[in-house]
T-cell receptor
Framework: RKEVEQDPGPFNVPEGATVAFNCTYS??????FFWYRQDCRKEPKLLMS???SGNEDGRFTAQLNRASQYISLLIRDSKLSDSATYLC????????????FGQGTTLQVKP | EAGVTQSPTHLIKTRGQQATLRCSPI?????VYWYQQALGLGLQFLLW???????NRGNFPPRFSGRQFPNYSSELNVNALELEDSALYLC????????????FGAGSRLTVL
């Protein structure tokens, strides 16, 4: 079983749609969680951290379910510029310098 | 403020050769991380350097090595190159110890022929 699993997609949605991605992680002792965004042939960039209580940043909402070991990202009112690969990232233990990246979910927003 | 810079952007080598990739972290960041992103795979953790010391390494063979210099820049060396080493090598830096929020460079794309 992969340490972090994501549906690779692609998710093809029209502008204005709401889309949700899920991610599961295998290590129940994992400590912190993130969503990164990677545009085609570019470096990953932090989109948002994911907190136990859930958190929102504009059109983006992240949720963490520790009992079920999954993380979600909801994008409302999708824009063309949201087209990218979204990487689910887990820090299993502090002070290891190691983040575990999922393979990513590709989103294509169509006009 | 300059971000994380990496060089070269592209590198072509043949099997058995050695490759050296370089990284300069964001000013003030003491931790540097190296990741490999092979085609179709997620980012795989390679190495973590902080204050000139190797703090942790991922599940890669010893022919992957590196170092961090007193100015916190870093280099990654890959010896005895194999075809499957072809990948995008990403360097990242962080302000805090131990990698929570990473800022990545644009990467060095290594092609092994």
């Amino acid at each position: 079983r992969k340490e972090v699993e994501q549906d690779p997609g692609p998710f093809n949605v029209p502008e204005g749609a709401t889309v949700a991605f899920n991610c599961t992680y295998s290590n129940s002792a994992s400590q912190s969680f993130f969503w990164y965004r990677q545009d085609c042939r570019k470096e990953p960039k932090l989109l948002m951290s994911v907190y136990s209580s859930g958190n929102e940043d504009g059109r983006f909402t992240a949720q963490l379910n520790r009992a079920s070991q999954y993380i979600s990202l909801l994008i409302r009112d999708s824009k063309l510029s949201d087209s990218a690969t979204y990487l689910c990232v887990v820090n299993q233990a502090s002070n290891t310098g190691k983040l575990i990246f999922g393979q990513g979910t590709t989103l294509q927003v169509k006009p | 403020e300059a971000g994380v810079t990496q060089s070269p952007t592209h590198l072509i080598k043949t099997r058995g050769q050695q490759a050296t990739l370089r990284c300069s972290p964001i000013s003030g960041h003491t931790s540097v991380y190296w990741y490999q992103q092979a085609l179709g795979l997620g980012l795989q953790f390679l190495l973590w350097y902080d204050e000139g010391e190797e703090r942790n390494r991922g599940n890669f063979p010893p022919r992957f090595s590196g170092r961090q210099f007193p100015n916190y820049s870093s280099e990654l060396n890959v010896n005895a190159l194999e075809l499957e080493d072809s990948a995008l090598y990403l360097c990242a830096s962080s302000l805090t110890l131990g990698a929570n929020v990473l800022t990545f460079g644009a990467g060095s794309r290594l092609t092994v022929l």
